[in-house]
Every structure is written in structure tokens, then in C-alpha cells.
């Protein structure tokens, strides 16, 4: 089983990476959080590292959707970015796939690598404090 780890350590500036194929009930956890984050009230912004995601069921790329939707307006209030870090074009696509059917509120980048997605998210979080 696949786990999600959460890391708040340099807040505002929050981390994510998933490790191998989370069940459902990982999988709620982790959309908990990040709904928890959302509405803290407190601008941040989040690199999710998705490289070894695996394959992620549609039940759970619906969680995602209904995630986006359901805080739409914390994310838009709170979260400056998030960095999304692939390992392949599959996972790229499906992300695409998700953002056509539920746009996402916030700025949104595909990376490949940690340093990148790191920079462009202290960016957002900077020009988001300044707004």
C-alpha cells in the first residue's frame, strides 16, 4: 500500500509526495489534509511530488475533482501555487485531463525536477503575500 507524506516544515511553503498507490482510504486522508490546508486562512503554497504516484484509480481522480471544487474559494484565497512534479507523460496527461474537466483556481505548473518547483512556488508564494 501507498502512503501520502505531508511535510510543513518551511511553511508556507508545504510539501507532498506520494509513495507508490495510496488505497481509498489513504487517498481520503490525503485530500483531508489539503482541504485542511486550504482553509487555514494562511497564503502557502504546495510542490506535490507525483513521480511514484503510480496509477491512480478514477474513482480517486474523482476525489481530486471534487477536492478542487468543494475549496475552490479557500484555494483561491489561500493557496499562491501548486508545482506539480511528474516522472512521465501519462501522468502529465492525466493531470491535463482533470484540469479540463475541473479547472483549477490557483496557478498550476508541471515540473520535472524538485529545485524548479521549489523556485516557482516561493515565487507565487512572494507575489501572493505582496498582493
Known amino acids: 500500500m501507498g502512503q501520502v507524506v ?16 495510496p488505497d481509498d482510504a489513504e487517498w481520503q486522508r490525503h485530500l483531508e489534509v489539503m482541504s485542511d490546508w486550504a482553509r487555514r486562512g494562511e497564503i502557502y503554497g504546495v510542490v ?6 503510480g496509477r491512480v484509480s478514477a474513482t480517486q481522480r474523482r476525489g481530486i475533482m471534487d477536492w478542487i ?3 475552490k474559494q479557500h484555494l483561491r484565497a489561500n493557496c499562491a501555487g501548486g508545482a506539480l512534479i511528474f516522472a ?6 492525466l ?3 482533470i484540469s479540463w474537466v475541473t479547472p483549477s483556481p490557483i496557478p498550476v505548473k508541471m515540473f ?3 529545485a524548479s518547483a521549489e523556485a ?10 505582496a498582493s
Open 48 to 53: 506535490i511530488d507525483a513521480r511514484e504516484v
Open 95 to 97: 493531470w491535463t485531463a
Open 112 to 114: 520535472s525536477d524538485l
Open 120 to 129: 516557482w512556488v516561493r515565487a507565487q508564494i512572494v507575489e501572493k503575500q
Open 69 to 71: 471544487t468543494n475549496d
Open 88 to 93: 512521465s507523460p501519462l501522468q502529465q496527461g
Open 6 to 21: 505531508f511535510d510543513e516544515r518551511e511553511k508556507p511553503l508545504m510539501r507532498m509526495a506520494y509513495q507508490g498507490v
